[in-house]
C-alpha cells in the first residue's frame, strides 16, 4: 500500500507543474481592409490590424475618421469597444 501513496502523491505533484498557457487580451483595429468607405464585417479576419477577429476579452477600436457601417454577427465578442 505503501507503493500507491507513493505513486499518487508523485502524480499529483507532477501535475501541478504542468504548465498551462492562457490566451493573452489583445487590441485589434478597425481598418477594413484598406476599403473605402471602409464598411465591412465584424468577423472577417483582414478587417481587423493585426489579422484576427476580435475574441472574448480583446479591446476593439474603431478609429477611422469617415463614416462607416460595421456588420456584427449574433456572436461577435471582445471585452471591450472604442469609438475614437
Avoid at 476580435?54 to 449574433?74: I, N
Amino acid at each position: 500500500m505503501s507503493n500507491l501513496k507513493t505513486l499518487c502523491v508523485v502524480a499529483s505533484v507532477s501535475l501541478l507543474s504542468v504548465q498551462v498557457p492562457f490566451a493573452q487580451a489583445a487590441t485589434r483595429s478597425w481598418d477594413a481592409n484598406g476599403a473605402g468607405p471602409p464598411n465591412g464585417a465584424f468577423n472577417v479576419p483582414a478587417n481587423w490590424n493585426p489579422n484576427t477577429v476580435p475574441a472574448a476579452g480583446d479591446e476593439v477600436t474603431f478609429s477611422l475618421t469617415s463614416t462607416y457601417t460595421v456588420t456584427f454577427p449574433t456572436n461577435a465578442a471582445s471585452d471591450s469597444a472604442t469609438r475614437g
